[in-house]
Structures are given as C-alpha cells and as structure tokens.
Antibody, heavy 122, light 110 residues
Framework: QVQLVQSGAEVKKPGASVKVSCKASGYTFTGYYMHWVRQAPGQGLEWMGW????????NYTQKFQGRVTLTRDRSISTAYMEVTRLTSDDTAVYYC???????????????WGRGTLVTVSS | QSALTQPASVSGSPGQSITISCTGT?????????VSWYQQHPGKAPKLMIYEVSKRPSGVSNRFSASKSGNTASLTISGLQAEDEANYYC??????????FGGGTKLTVL
C-alpha cells in the first residue's frame, strides 16, 4: 500500500527542538522528492521545503532557513524534519507530502501523510 | 515569498457552480504553469484536486476544473454537492525551487 506514515504528536517547551519522521511504503522512496508543509491551528497551509531522498539535497523557504533541517535515512525509507529554537508560533500540524515526479520536481503533492501535531507550550 | 490571495469564503447551493480565485504575481502564478489545488476536510490531510493549472488526477470528479489567466488561477466546481464543503488551497511554484500556498478558501454548500 502506497502511504506515508508520520510519527506521533509531540509537546515541546519553547527553545527546544522537535524531529518529525515520515516513513514511506509501497513505492521507491529514493525516486520521489519529499516536501514538508505545516498548518497552524485554524490557519492555512505553509510550504516549508523539500528533500531529494536519493541525494539528500534540500531546499527551504527563506522563512525556515537556518532553523529547519530536512534529512532522510534511505535504509528505512524515512524522511525527517527537525525544527530548532521552537516558539509558540511553531505550534502546528506538520505534513510530509510526496512530489510525483520520478527523480524530478513536478511541483505538486500527490501523497500526504496524516500529519503530526507539534505543540509548543511552557 | 508572500502567500497567494484567495477569498476567505465562498458559498453555493447544491447543483450550482462556484469559482475560487487565486491571485499571485508575475513571479509565481503568472510565470509558471505549476499551479495546483488541494481540498481539505476538517481534521484531514489535503487532497490533490488539480495540478499543472488544469489537469485532474485519476479519481477526481470532472466536476472540478481549473484555469489560469495572467497572475490569477481559478478553480471551478460545478454541480455542487454536500461533500464538496471543505477548505480549498491553491499552490504555485515561485521560482528558485520554492513553492507558495494561498491562504485558503472555505466553501460552504448551503
């Protein structure tokens, strides 16, 4: 079954870091770019960045550069998103989403994880 | 990159048609045919409805159509059904391997 399974909800204190995982199954993990998108409570979607699971290459929107790191472990078909120096503004559901282009970026997201709620609270 | 502009809400009665606009700039929507649309029901992950401006993925109803003119993309839903009530988001490539979403539109089926 083609799916993305994300890790469970997290509660973190301000200033801490969080690492969310996204395990792919049912397709060739290294063949498709993975994007990360977040959604604050009651708000819209916000694109964060992508990772090339084959090469490990990444790109981020300017807002998150320096504070968000995307990585992957090819051996277990899993992508990771780490956010450091958390503030209450980072409270959101974080989604991983696959780009359907094989080894290229087609620029849309055809397969989504269910999302991981990260709550930042003192 | 600034978010694309969508109306906060639209509404229509069952059977009617509605259109949701998505306005960007010449740096995103106006410059690339890489616009997609997503439907999101409360508490659920987004679902791809349209890609590359006007293409429908397999399994998406042909009641959903989309187009682009200049810096504005549009999503039209015809023959509105109760199940179409959801939030809709547009997304565009913005150059430099970066993407940007719209603020979202809440569709209410009256």
């Amino acid at each position: 079954q083609v799916q993305l399974v994300q890790s469970g909800a997290e509660v973190k204190k301000p200033g801490a870091s969080v690492k969310v995982s996204c395990k792919a199954s049912g397709y060739t993990f290294t063949g498709y770019y993975m994007h990360w998108v977040r959604q604050a409570p009651g708000q819209g979607l916000e694109w964060m960045g992508w990772i090339n699971p084959n090469s490990g290459g990444t790109n981020y929107t300017q807002k998150f550069q320096g504070r968000v790191t995307l990585t992957r472990d090819r051996s277990i078909s899993t992508a990771y998103m780490e956010v450091t120096r958390l503030t209450s503004d980072d409270t959101a559901v974080y989604y991983c989403a696959r780009d359907p282009g094989y080894s290229i970026l087609e620029g849309h997201f055809d397969l989504w994880g269910r999302g991981t709620l990260v709550t930042v609270s003192s | 990159q600034s978010a694309l502009t969508q109306p906060a809400s639209v509404s229509g009665s069952p059977g009617q048609s509605i259109t949701i606009s998505c306005t960007g700039t010449s740096s995103d929507v106006g410059n690339y045919n890489v616009v997609s649309w997503y439907q999101q029901h409360p508490g659920k992950a987004p679902k791809l409805m349209i890609y590359e401006v006007s293409k429908r993925p397999s399994g998406v109803s042909n009641r959903f159509s989309a187009s682009k003119s200049g810096n504005t993309a549009s999503l039209t839903i015809s023959g509105l059904q109760a199940e179409d009530e959801a939030n809709y988001y547009c997304c565009s490539y913005a150059g430099n391997n970066v993407w940007v979403f719209g603020g979202g539109t809440k569709l209410t089926v009256l």
